[in-house]
């Protein structure tokens, strides 16, 4: 595997009974890049998703990450992940969701590390305040924070945007520039096409488990 690809999918097959989710799939996305991966609802964008992260595994085919095979644990410490209906006990202060979520990462509590990752994402002074005193958006900071911990290589968000006010969703989409300016590679979904066009550089889409298109962000408008 080139060092230049941060996952690599060979024959991916997923299947529930006799009901393929999905269907053969092959394709790589590369390292350093803003990789988006579209269709509709039950098109397997987060079964794809959930098998990057160990939460299932894969029937038939190889998933490499970084190098390392899905199956093997230490292949998710590359991983940062926000997904898409976050379930936040909001009667924690934000400080201790990072460092409960630090401390399930294994990575060491460094108050220093937390005050920077939530000046990061627009939450400096923020770490002592409850979550329920915060907005739809600051929770969505919050959980690209928790993302955030560690530093790792590849980021997979699972709809970031989903039900938030344009100054919130602008803000995350800044965020996710931040990173891919970083070097990080960012898988997302979405279903709104404005956003895949202003931050991806390649987009996969899925249709009943299969792959419909793979090609640069050019490629798929010139496509549609």
């Given at each position: ?6 996952v690599?999918v060979?024959?991916l ?21 803003v ?9 397997g964008?987060t079964?794809f998703?959930h098998?990057l992260l160990g ?5 038939a085919g190889?998933?490499?990450i970084l190098?390392?095979s899905n ?9 940062g992940?926000?997904?898409?209906r976050p379930?936040l006990?909001l009667d924690?202060?934000?400080?201790a969701?990072?460092?409960?979520h630090?401390?399930?990462a294994?990575?060491?509590r ?10 990061e994402?627009g939450?400096k002074?923020?770490l002592d305040d409850?979550?329920?005193t915060?907005?739809k ?12 911990l560690?530093?790792?290589?590849i980021?997979?968000?699972?709809e970031?945007m989903?039900?938030l006010?344009?100054?919130s ?7 996710i520039?931040?990173w ?5 590679t960012i ?8 956003d895949?066009?202003q931050?991806a550089?390649e987009?996969?889409?899925l249709?009943d488990?299969k ?14």
């Amino acid at each position: 595997m080139s060092e230049s690809v941060a996952v690599e999918v060979v024959g991916l097959e997923f299947k529930i009974g006799n009901k393929l989710i999905l269907d053969h799939l092959d394709f790589t996305i590369p390292r350093g890049k803003v990789f988006a991966v579209l269709g509709h609802n039950g098109a397997g964008k987060t079964t794809f998703f959930h098998i990057l992260l160990g939460l299932k595994y894969q029937t038939a085919g190889v998933v490499r990450i970084l190098g390392k095979s899905n199956e093997d644990w230490r292949s998710r410490s590359a991983i940062g992940y926000v997904v898409e209906r976050p379930y936040l006990n909001l009667d924690h202060q934000f400080g201790a969701l990072l460092n409960y979520h630090a401390r399930l990462a294994g990575i060491p509590r460094e108050l220093a590390v937390f005050e920077q990752i939530a000046e990061e994402v627009g939450l400096k002074g923020h770490l002592d305040d409850v979550l329920n005193t915060f907005s739809k958006g600051m929770l969505q900071k919050a959980v690209l924070a928790q993302a955030a911990l560690g530093n790792p290589e590849i980021k997979i968000l699972d709809e970031p945007m989903s039900g938030l006010d344009p100054e919130s969703r602008e803000s995350v989409k800044g965020q996710i520039q931040k990173w891919s300016a970083a070097g990080k590679t960012i898988i997302f979904s979405s279903h709104v096409m404005e956003d895949v066009e202003q931050l991806a550089d390649e987009v996969l889409i899925l249709e009943d488990g299969k792959i419909k298109f793979r090609g640069s962000v050019s490629e798929w408008k010139d496509d549609k």
